[in-house]
């Protein structure tokens, strides 16, 4: 009995298809799995092959045509058969889409279909099959079929998926989605738990990972050549592979201790490219006299350690460090030096400079693999001792990697200080979109001229590097003159 | 030295052994005595031993099952066979609630030294009433042991440490695997409970299964040895308790697990097995773990119905193709 072909749900999100070609003709036998014609569908070109055998009739749908999911693309039955009622049936608007649910039987108003008598859209597969409801007309509804549970279309059901247990969340072969996906859209990176296992053994990192599996998951096979070819597979796997010139040399040099990229270290490397490469950065070094500073540093912590203090402290009179460091009363140098001269304390944007009023210094803090920046805000605000508690805190939580990312962002201007590691000076890259970062050496004991008299002095050298599209060269000498004067005052640091 | 034996006779020379060895074993069950057995597990025992110790029982489950539970609680060692498990179900409370339960609500003093067996989940088109995989229910029950042979050696091996063992044991056996034939080892040999066996090698992956999936699983693994793929086949034998380490030895070696089992889906064995092996070999695992069962239906009587319900290698080898090829 002749009966309709209708368009098959060929991928999981198909809503129609191109029937981009035809493997059979009018009056050529077809036998179950038979190619009939190619699909082009949202996803891929896919097989639509027969589940039914028997001799194809008519072709209702030309190579090209565009055609809804159910719509009749073909007629198929027995030799000779007349298929004049379904021709007549195809052509009308009997056939809603198999998944809408609630959709009615064909109406009086289309009586062909009516009185069709091959039960077209009734499934021969079990795997399929639900109640069939005999309805008093004699006919078979098939809207009251429930769809199969499984999306797959009955064509691809062959092994059959058993039942709705058997279901994954990764798509059944042939869904044709294969290879495009890639990382999902939150930049997860498919990989099973045994990947990722032996990519973290051999050091190989699985960020922006796109492999040979299904929808570019990184199947075990990708992690073999990355790690016995190096560098080119490497490539395709991680973007950050080494050059591939390293490779070709690799056999004659002993090979290099392969080390992850952390993401703190990607993030380092990829902000500081883009501010070095993007801001044009100037220099300005000038060394100051500390002498008063340290001093001040001394009677400070001096007090700080007093009896009197340390009760207070201890009965809950504020977070007051025990002790203060050159680097705190920098801090709040700059702090102040930056109220006096704003222009210091602002950002370049393409449409504009943002001078900032608040004062929100990032403090540069070395830990192990790499370096955070944690903000002080409003140090122009807040006590020296407030400042040396807040950094100890923030330093100590730095280090133990508890740092929240917002306390790590937004600030206005950075001090990076290597002075404990004994470097006289030295020039930091800017950490954008900061305007400036000020780089501190140690404290040198250096023979200086006083009243036509050498006498020992103390002196620091600073090292100012600015972006020159926020900071020209006048504005950030008179920075570092206002900053020298405080220091070389530091009352005034401690006045605010 | 071995010798080949059927499936029934390996079971048969079990009990025959064990009966020899301890006067205590005894048989007791449906059509076991005159009729020579259901099956005829039991042909000849009625003659060697005598009515004092293989009993036809009448068509009474509960019944029984509870006269062999006092009868082991009192310190014989009987073997109750069901014609089939299906037949269990009305003597479920008897196992559930006394035999399970009865070392434990006595605080140890009293123990359950009783076997449980017979033919268990398909047969050949015998409905939906008597096709069912009992396993999943029985092994659920803390005090239960749970043992599916797959192999005449087994059955014999497991049979006899059945017997042995104070606890209620239950033996999964097949309709379909009696005339199976295979080398039994002569003489003594125990098959301990809870330890697995590896059917077959293989590399890409394990496919675990036992009792008659087993041979599935094997005929399965001799399908896609043709396209490549090296299936490593566990016959875990013991469903409770559960031979974790063989399973996560072979899945740290495999990286993909496929579970094949008669019984539905929902829950059971496959079900416990997946959740043992994805906690203890997570970092092993390269998929999804797949499960082939019987479709989440009442068995239909029909032969072609059936057959599409009940896992075939060919389902099995789809599901291996997909653990293997996509991941």
Redesign the interface.
Known sequence: MAKVLDMPKLSPTMEEGVLSAWHKNAGDEVAVDDLLAEVETDKATMEFRAFDKGTLLKILAKPGAQVKLGQPVAILGAPGEDISALVAQAAGPAFPPPSMPGARPPTPAAPAAQDAPAPARVPTD??ASGVVERRPGGGISPETIPPPETSAPPAQRD??V?????R???P??GFGDGGQAGPDAGGRVLA??????VAREKGIDLQGAHGS??GG?V??TDLDTMSVQGASPLARIAPTAPPAGAAARAPLLEEAEVRALSPMRRTIAKRLTESKTTVPHFYLRIDVDVAELMKLRADINAELASPASAGRAANGGGAEAAKVSLNDLLIKACAIALVHVPECNASYSPDAILVHRRVDISVAVAIPDGLVTPVVRNADRKSVAAIASEVRDLAARARSRKLKPEEMSDGTFSISNLGMFGIDEFAAVINPPEGAILAVGQVRDVPVVFDGQVVPGKRLALTLSCDHRVVDGAIGAAFLAELKRLIEHPLRVLAG | MTHSLRFRDALREAMIEEMDRDDRVFLMGEEVGHYQGAYKVSEGMLAKFGPRRVIDTPIAEAGFAGVGIGAAIVGLRPIVEFMTWNFSAVAFDQILNNAAKMRQMSGGQLDCPIVFRGPNASARQVGSQHSHAMEHFYAHVPGLKVVAPAFPDDAKGLLKSAIRDDNPVLVMESETLYGVKGDVPEGDVLVPLGKARIARQGTHVTIAAYSRMTHVALEAAALLESEGIAAEVIDLRSLRPLDENTLVASVERTHRLVVVHEGWPYGGVGAEVVDRVQRLAFDALAAPILRVATLDVPMPYSANLELACIPQPERVAAAVRRVVGEF
């Open positions: 079990i795997r092994p059959p058993g039942s709705v247990l058997e994954t969340a990764f059944a072969p099973s738990p045994y990947v990722r296992k599996g299904t998951r199947l075990p």
